[in-house]
């Protein structure tokens, strides 16, 4: 069954049926439109939301943060945050799949349907213009015949006439006969257009406009399934983020189960804890034999610790220690002797790792410098030994500065009362560091006197250019001494992952992609020795390459 067969009459509900198909196409359109601006609103106000209470850098809230039930909440908090982004890939994804790509079909559609349609209009006033040529012809065949009709009768009376004369009688004859003629010719024109008619009423009929209507069918059946498509998109898209959800409705779950009641308590103990006795029993002061303000034998009073409940006690010591009074805030010092025993304590060994760190950075920094210092003096076509001078002076006044803090902290800790494990740090950082024997270079390039581990200068002299500055390379240099210029063998190979410019000085420019020989591996500062094809080597930045080493 088609349209162009069982429709072939209902031109007028063909048009109305296509039109409503495309207002469906629209209104369906418009609708996701508006799924989409829901779903981005909703997104904006989830995000609104999280940030509302994230709480800000440095505040109160977010030191509360090493609790376990506000952690939780901020983990809640990041999961609803990305859950508003998947409500936001929704919506992107409806408008680019369904909206966008159903606003273009239907352009098309309606384009399409406007050139059936006006195919039509044209077999349709083609076939007018030709039964009006038919009605035409045949209202002159009528016309013609009746004059025909009448000379006749005037031509037959006319010979009847005994008055007529001879030439009367034929001049009516010839008269008939050419109207006669006249309509015989309009008769075979009429004939003539009522065959061209006819043919052409059934072109319409038959072919031309069942073909236009089986077109108009195909292009609705196609808007359907297109529409369907997009019915089923909607769904889709909102199923294709489900799983990521339900990721995140898991991760809002797993927060709070790994609130640990607990651990939270003894979270608190652990930052509060001030380390203090409880106060004793205060002494009876007899005032009848004279005035003997003793103070309390209590804990409190025995404690050597400077600072603490005793200076909430005020000048009067004698007053009890009142657990709900309003203590005034302490002024913050260096030493940290604002603090009770307990949290000073903890205070100074945080302070004492950080410095650490900071100074294994120096020392590893050191290291860097003194081997790149080296290898410059070995080969000076790679830099300039001297260039170095500025970052070898730096980094050994940085060192000698948090060697003097580390000892601050550690006197500090020494007389809260427990040294921990930052005293052996700190014993093995300071072999470390001291086994370095810095060379600063002066303007003129001449290096002054080593230093020993206090300070003092040494006996020994000057050391040649030449040497190592680290003991731990001595037997490296010495066995390139021997070797002289002969070339070390690669170790593996690199690929350049990004563009290096290799501006500064024993350093070598590299394009991305390139490969090179590795001469000598990364020594823990971040920097790779390598070799090209034509010999020439220096440094390269290790994160910069991906390393394949010859086993």
Request: glycine share 6%.
């Amino acid at each position: 069954m088609d349209w162009g067969t069982d429709l072939w009459d209902q031109y007028d509900i063909i048009d109305k049926h296509t039109q409503s198909g495309l207002e469906l196409v629209e209104k369906y359109v418009k609708f996701v439109k508006e799924r989409t601006e829901i779903e981005q609103n909703y997104a904006k106000q989830l995000r609104n939301l999280t940030k509302k209470y994230n709480p800000k850098r440095g505040s109160k809230e977010e030191q509360e943060c090493r609790f376990s039930n506000h952690q939780s909440f901020l983990d809640i908090l990041n999961e609803m945050n990305d859950y508003a982004g998947q409500r936001e890939l929704i919506a992107e994804n409806m408008m680019m799949n369904i909206c966008i790509e159903l606003t273009k079909y239907l352009q098309e559609l309606k384009m399409e349907r406007k050139t059936h349609l006006s195919e039509a209009k044209k077999a349709q006033q083609s076939l007018e213009s030709t039964y009006k040529q038919l009605d035409s012809s045949k209202k002159r065949f009528e016309r013609e015949w009746r004059e025909a009709d009448k000379a006749a009768q005037y031509a037959e009376k006319t010979d009847q006439d005994i008055n007529a004369t001879k030439a009367d009688v034929e001049k009516a004859k010839q008269q008939a006969n050419m109207r006669t003629h006249i309509a015989e010719e309009c008769k075979n024109d009429y004939a003539a257009q009522l065959q061209k008619y006819n043919k052409e009423q059934s072109q319409f009929y038959f072919s031309d406009m069942p073909l236009i209507f089986n077109k108009l069918q195909d292009m609705d059946e196609r808007r359907v399934r297109k529409l369907a498509q997009g019915y089923v998109l909607f769904s889709d898209t909102e199923k294709h983020v489900i799983p990521i959800i339900g990721k995140c409705l898991e991760g809002v779950a797993k927060a709070g189960t790994n609130v640990n009641e607990r651990n939270d308590s003894i979270a608190l103990i652990e930052q509060y804890k001030s380390g203090f006795e409880r106060p004793g029993d205060l002494d009876f002061e007899d005032y009848s034999q004279g005035i003997n303000r003793a103070s309390s034998d209590s804990s409190l009073g025995t404690l050597g610790t400077p600072k603490g409940p005793l200076e909430l006690l005020g000048k009067n010591r004698s007053k009890p220690f009142w657990l709900f009074s309003k203590k005034s805030k302490p002024t913050v010092t260096e030493d940290f002797g604002h603090l009770p025993p307990e949290q000073r304590r903890k205070r100074l060994q945080q302070k004492l790792d950080d410095i650490g760190k900071e100074l294994q950075k120096e020392v590893d920094q050191s290291e860097a410098l003194g081997k790149m210092k080296d290898v410059y003096e070995k080969n000076p076509q790679m830099g300039d030994p001297a260039s170095l001078s500025t970052q070898i002076n730096q980094t050994a006044q940085n060192m000698e500065r948090l060697r003097g803090e580390l000892n601050k902290y550690e006197s500090w800790l020494t007389e809260a009362g427990r040294r921990g494990d930052t005293m052996l740090r700190r014993d093995t950082l300071r072999e470390d560091t001291l086994s370095y024997r810095s060379h600063s270079f002066n303007d003129n390039g001449s290096t002054h006197e080593p230093y020993s581990p206090d300070g003092a200068h040494t006996d020994e002299g000057t050391p040649d250019s030449s040497q190592a500055i680290y003991a731990e390379f001595d037997d490296d240099f010495e066995e390139e001494e021997e070797e002289e210029e002969e070339l070390v063998a690669p170790i593996g190979q690199c690929t350049a992952m990004y563009n290096f410019p290799g501006a500064s000085e024993g350093t070598i420019a590299m394009q991305e992609g390139e490969v090179l020989s590795v001469v000598e591996e990364d020594k823990g500062d971040g920097w790779t020795r390598v070799r090209r094809a034509n010999g020439n080597e220096g440094y390269i930045p290790t994160s910069y390459v991906s390393i394949s080493l010859s086993k």
